[in-house]
């Protein structure tokens, strides 16, 4: 089942569990592990995958961003075309898949892209909404990206680094960015 950790997955850098299954991104080598329920092929890695940077486990579909190039790539279920990544979407720096619907932040301009159903508006990006501010933070040993719309205060606490604290639809702080 999808709470039964693979006992060889070693450290992760990146998880995240969908309905019915769990991705983790290994630490060592960037590759994608996923178990749990594979019904719709949620949980069957694409081979040609690589290295990624970011995952995101939907319903039935899961999507990952690929290291080289930021590139989305999605399987599983694509029932109401969830999995089916806009032509002209380019690079991104983060994903998020829910149940019948992916979005997807641009890295060129901070732009939401939304595709899969869209029954209930969830696929509607807003128009006002405007471009998403994105900051890499430091891990032990790689850079895992994080995306907030929350505000954010910075206080300095030795050069080149900065404290960030996150309120508003995030709480996070105490974690080091590096400019």
């Known amino acids: 089942g999808q ?43 694409p081979l040609y995958l690589g290295e990624v940077s970011a995952v995101s486990a939907g319903g039935y579909h899961t999507c990952a961003v690929r290291a080289a190039g930021g590139q989305v790539s ?11 990544v806009p032509q002209d979407l380019g690079e991104v720096s983060a994903v998020s898949s829910g149940a019948f619907v992916t979005c997807a932040l641009r890295a060129t301009d901070g732009q939401m892209r939304c595709w899969g159903t869209d029954f209930y508006g969830q696929g509607s990006v807003p128009q006002d909404l405007g471009a998403f501010v994105t900051h890499e933070l430091m891990a032990t040993s790689r850079t895992t990206t994080f995306t907030s719309t929350a505000s954010i205060e910075t206080t300095s606490s030795s050069p080149g680094f900065r404290r960030l604290s996150l309120r508003g639809a995030v709480n996070m702080s105490g974690v080091v960015v590096r400019d």
């Open 74 to 84: 999605c399987w599983g279920s694509d029932k109401y075309g969830q999995s089916s």
């Open 3 to 45: 709470s039964s950790v693979p006992q060889d997955l070693g450290e992760v850098s990146v998880v995240n569990s969908g309905d019915h299954h769990t991705c983790a991104v290994r630490a060592a080598d960037g590759q994608l592990r996923c178990w749990g329920l594979d019904n719709e092929g949620q949980s069957s890695v």
